[in-house]
């Protein structure tokens, strides 16, 4: 129990904030900055890591492709073998989410996980990603930061008991944090998390992720500066004519972009299918990816120089154009093989070298044009990130924050649609998706669809419905639709199976007929039941399906195994479970409503019974429900128990007879009025709480 002074204390603590209590956006922004922070660090942290491992196994230089060529070729061989056999471990069995390129580990945090996410996930992510690019594994930063970053901020959620729908925005608030540090690109960082990641613009949701981003990079620039990631020569569109050319670039990117999601995910399936141990297959990858880098250098790690030289036009036509086979090849190496890394930065290497190539192309067939093939070779980065990852949006913005070239915006744009266009001709899931539709799983964006399958249909289904045995007649039917007002009922054999229903447009042209109802039996006249759901679906599945019926109801049965009916929902009920959820009315779906009198703050429910926010008086302090004995004495259940969390904001707990309660505990409390009445009259205190609607 408490020492008095400490319960003043905290009563006085408890007191200042209800006082100053911030509203919800105030408090995500607030914690952003906090998340902002971390994520800044994390990506200075994972640079740091990343040149660190590199200087360890190749020694430290500006051109990656150089430092490779001046070392023996053995070396190259065996740098991503050494690379494969530390990580493998390190992800099996550290943190197996670690493995592959980060995102849709997050996604399926935000939408099947309720936004949590295992702290040990961002630790094993940060070393086994800056492993796996040291020792040349040809992924890129920005899925590791995502999901770092995303985990950061999950933990610290975690830490404050904040709420699913929180915890989701916090780990939009991450990822962008990470995009943005790692690429000096705010803008973009927080596209990336509200196009991709979060498909929820509300100002609930914009506000702080903007602001995680805006703090992460300003600390990315204090400690790395400023300078965007690509530094080239200034481009410029030399005549209008030339835009066709940049849609027909994105045409041919469009189709690139289907064979990299494809590969890659062929890739991972042929490693799946091998029969050895999970943590050793990223050593075999690694073989393989070794022998190439002997021959071709410029596939190790990120690839930022090669991707730089293409920008400038230093390549070839035909080196190029072979980079874009061999780097699909190495990339798929790398993570079908199970290695840690983002595809963000090879879907750049791949549109740039492709853009590059094309660029390179039409000056060979017209030698009189004037263009930049940097200008093709940029179009071509923004139309493959847009197009394999579904944010053409977001690919704009981040190649324009990573070249500062505004000039070339027209092509960009054009390109990227033209990519996205024909990817999604060509396939419905993006890179990020495509996971879970190959698991039979559909992942769902939004605010809205995560309310709805946060809860399943025996959450707010309606238990022991009226229905019709088999065998009742049509004279017992018939009363069961004067008696009541539905007018539809389900008919069910002897075991309680869903057999069909009855409407009454099915028996309004039989009540005419004299003596049917003792032949007529509801076998005989009901109709298919149509769709139905389990009691364990989610409700947004359940939703769908009544949208497709004209029924305001459907019938729930147990489970596959045994198809017997428990209950109806209907939409109403789906209805009211989304407004509640929306309003943030966290009452455990009761809304108390303001008024004058003291016993204006409650809810009517049936009969004489009350539900009621009740403030315990001091004395109550310390003690337990148990002790309490609100039952036995008055009547009253509590409910639940309203208690501070560490923002000041009050969460309901489920009661715990013999937890003591704390100083600003408040409790949700059900009686008949005068219980309630004499509960004020005997604790000598006006302690029902004002204002209805507690967030």
Request: aromatic share 10%; hydrophobic share 50%.
């Amino acid at each position: 129990m408490a020492t008095p002074s400490y319960s003043r204390i905290r009563r006085t603590l408890f007191r200042l904030v209800e006082r100053f209590e911030p509203d919800e956006t105030t408090i995500m922004v607030v914690i952003a900055v906090l998340v902002g922070v971390a994520g800044g660090f994390g990506a200075i942290l994972f640079r740091w890591l990343v040149n660190f491992f590199q200087g360890f196994v190749l020694g430290q230089g500006e051109s990656t492709v150089e430092l490779l060529l001046a070392v023996p070729w053995w070396h190259r061989l065996l740098l991503p073998v050494l690379g494969g056999v530390i990580v493998g471990p390190l992800v099996y069995f550290g943190a197996p989410e670690a493995k592959g390129h980060g995102v849709p580990e997050v996604m399926n945090a935000m939408v099947f996980k309720k936004g949590v996410i295992r702290p040990i996930v961002a630790a094993v992510k940060i070393l086994a990603s800056a492993i796996t690019i040291a020792c040349g594994g040809s992924v890129g930063r920005e899925g590791p930061i995502v999901q770092i970053g995303a985990g950061m901020a999950s933990t610290i959620g975690q830490w404050l008991r904040f709420s699913p729908q929180r915890l989701r925005t916090l780990i939009g608030c991450g990822a962008a944090a990470g995009i943005a540090a790692t690429f000096n690109a705010p803008i973009a960082g927080a596209f990336f998390a509200l196009e991709i990641l979060m498909r929820d613009f509300a100002l609930v949701t914009f506000s702080p992720i903007i602001v995680s981003s805006v703090v992460a990079t300003a600390i990315s620039r204090e400690f790395l500066g400023a300078n965007p990631s690509f530094m080239v020569p200034d481009f410029a569109m030399e005549s209008s004519l030339e835009l066709p050319f940049y849609l027909l670039l994105g045409l041919l990117v469009g189709l690139v972009a289907m064979v990299y999601v494809r590969t890659l995910y062929a890739s991972e399936g042929f490693f799946d299918r091998l029969r050895i141990p999970s943590w050793s297959k990223p050593a075999l990858g690694g073989v393989a990816l070794g022998l190439l880098l002997i021959w071709f250098p410029q596939v190790y790690g990120v690839g930022y120089s090669s991707m730089v030289h293409a920008l400038n036009g230093n390549m070839a036509l035909g080196l190029m154009a072979l980079l874009v086979v061999v780097k699909l090849v190495a990339v798929d190496l790398t993570l079908g093989s199970g290695a840690s890394g983002g595809i963000f930065a090879p879907a750049l290497y791949l549109g740039g070298m492709t853009g590059g190539a094309f660029g390179a192309a039409l000056l060979f067939l017209f030698p009189g044009a004037h263009h930049a093939v940097g200008t093709f070779a940029m179009a071509g980065m923004a139309a493959m990130v847009g197009a394999a990852t579904g944010g053409p949006l977001t690919a704009i913005l981040i190649l324009f924050e990573m070249t500062g070239q505004y000039q070339v915006i027209l092509p960009l744009m054009l390109a990227s649609i033209g990519a996205a266009l024909t990817y999604r001709t060509l396939m419905d899931e993006t890179i990020f998706t495509l996971k879970f539709a190959r698991q039979g799983r559909q992942i769902h964006f939004g605010r809205e669809s995560a309310i709805l399958r946060n809860f399943h249909v025996q959450d707010i289904m309606e238990v022991n419905p009226h229905t019709v045995r088999q065998g009742d007649g049509l004279d017992r039917i018939l009363k069961l639709f004067l008696d009541n007002k539905d007018d539809h009922y389900y008919v069910v054999d002897e075991a309680g199976g869903l057999i069909g229903l009855i409407s009454i447009h099915d028996i309004k042209d039989l009540l005419h007929e004299d003596g049917l109802g003792k032949f007529l039996i509801a076998e005989d006249i009901h109709t298919p039941a149509g769709d139905f759901v389990y009691r364990r679906d989610n409700l947004e599945d359940c939703l769908l399906k009544l949208g497709k019926l004209d029924h305001t109801d459907l019938p729930v049965l147990y489970s596959p195994e045994k198809p017997v009916l428990v209950g109806l929902i209907t939409r109403q009920s789906i209805f009211e479970i989304y407004n509640r959820e929306v309003l943030h009315q966290e009452d455990m779906g009761i809304k108390l409503v303001t008024g004058e009198g003291r016993m204006h703050d409650c809810v009517e429910l049936p009969e004489q019974y009350k539900v009621q926010l009740f403030v315990p008086p001091v004395e109550w302090e310390g003690r337990t429900l148990q002790e309490l004995a609100l039952r036995p004495r008055y009547g009253i259940s509590v409910l639940a128990v309203k208690q501070r969390n560490y923002l000041g904001g009050l969460e309901n707990r489920i009661p715990d007879p013999g937890q003591p309660l704390r100083p600003g505990d408040r409790l949700i409390i059900v009686g008949e009025v005068g219980a309630l009445e004499r509960l004020l009259q005997e604790t000598n205190t006006s302690s029902f709480a004002p204002g209805g609607q507690e967030s």
